[in-house]
């Protein structure tokens, strides 16, 4: 790694730096990005943000580090959601500085229009419940579902920018790949919630697929890193295994739970209830997955294994007894009988 230049003399150079030549505005620019990236993986985003800004007094084009202000500006946009016009705009500048790109900036790109998606549909549906407020003149109402529909329109227009973003790291079946897969799976479950009936259980059942196939390579994965964990002699090696493979387990667990619910709706109760299963295997103690599966036995006719499974929620479920999963465990339990 390069030495980092001291933050005083920084800011010396960055006032002249018209007096350099460009290999060294270059290695100016490039020792920001390296105070830049020490703060963004210690999670300090202002002091990045600030290295990120006197780097790109000196370097206005500099690859690295406008690619990291655009990840700056996302980690900032998961608190405050107006950030993400931002992060796309720097990115696609990032995009247009050079033909080559790694599947990162890809990813990111996408990650900023998923996030534009998410701003506009929420603006969507709240102008349209505003819309039918009682006490607002025709034209108010007219503004504001004139206003609703535009955000619609963006709102998928930004929906379809990001899943092309993330197919097209799906088809490359490289990197980025398993990350795009997981991020269009949850873009398209998100896709079904606008659509009613026959279209959103056809939606819902595309996003499963694809669901399935995800599952599918992360189990993959998780065979090679044990596989390399039993086989390494190398300290590091099984350590950095370890890691990634707890990753991986984690990863699987939450995405079995969503995943769990779009089966939940498309009524598979069978194969809804082999997640809960899995999860199960992966996190004994995981209170929900008994709640969810005694709900699919119930369905399936296995009244034993039902009771079975809301005696363990009960047993290991923090939620207060007034809580909505309590006292719906307590009426399917009486509805089952002894």
């Not at 790109?101 to 102008?127: F, K, N, S």
Request: net charge positive; glycine share 4%.
């Amino acid at each position: 790694m390069r030495k980092t230049v001291p933050a005083l003399f920084a800011v010396v150079m960055a006032t002249s730096c018209s007096n350099f030549s460009s290999p060294e505005r270059d290695r100016l620019a490039d020792d920001f990005y390296d105070n830049a990236h020490t703060y963004y993986r210690g999670n300090d985003f202002l002091r990045s943000n600030d290295q990120i800004a006197r780097g790109l007094e000196v370097a206005p084009d500099h690859y690295k580090l406008n690619q990291l202000h655009g990840k700056v500006l996302l980690q900032r946009a998961r608190s405050d959601r107006r950030f993400y016009a931002q992060a796309l705009e720097v990115f696609e500048k990032v995009r247009r500085l050079r033909y080559d790109h790694d599947y990162e900036l890809t990813l990111d790109l996408a990650q900023a229009q998923h996030g534009l998606y998410l701003v506009h549909r929420r603006r969507w549906r709240q102008l349209r419940s505003d819309s039918l407020a009682p006490g607002l003149s025709a034209a108010e109402r007219r503004e504001k579902r004139a206003k609703a529909d535009e955000n619609h329109k963006l709102a998928l227009a930004h929906m379809r920018a990001a899943a092309r973003e993330y197919q097209s790291l799906i088809d490359a079946k490289d990197l980025g790949q398993f990350p795009a897969m997981e991020r269009l799976f949850l873009l398209e479950v998100d896709e079904a919630l606008g659509f009613e009936g026959a279209t959103r259980a056809a939606q819902l059942r595309k996003a499963a697929a694809l669901g399935a196939d995800y599952l599918a390579k992360n189990g993959y994965r998780q065979k090679h890193y044990q596989v390399m964990i039993d086989i390494t002699g190398d300290a590091a090696q099984e350590h950095e295994g370890q890691r990634r493979l707890k990753a991986l387990r984690k990863r699987e667990t939450e995405f079995r739970a969503t995943y769990a619910r779009v089966l939940f709706e498309l009524q598979d109760w069978k194969e809804e209830a082999v997640q809960h299963d899995r999860i199960l295997d992966l996190d004994p103690s995981n209170a929900s997955a008994y709640f969810n599966r005694a709900f699919c036995r119930a369905k399936l006719g296995r009244k034993s294994d039902a009771k079975r499974d809301l005696e363990h929620f009960l047993r290991l479920t923090k939620k207060p007894f007034e809580s909505k999963e309590v006292r719906q465990a307590h009426a399917l339990q009486e509805s089952l009988g002894k």
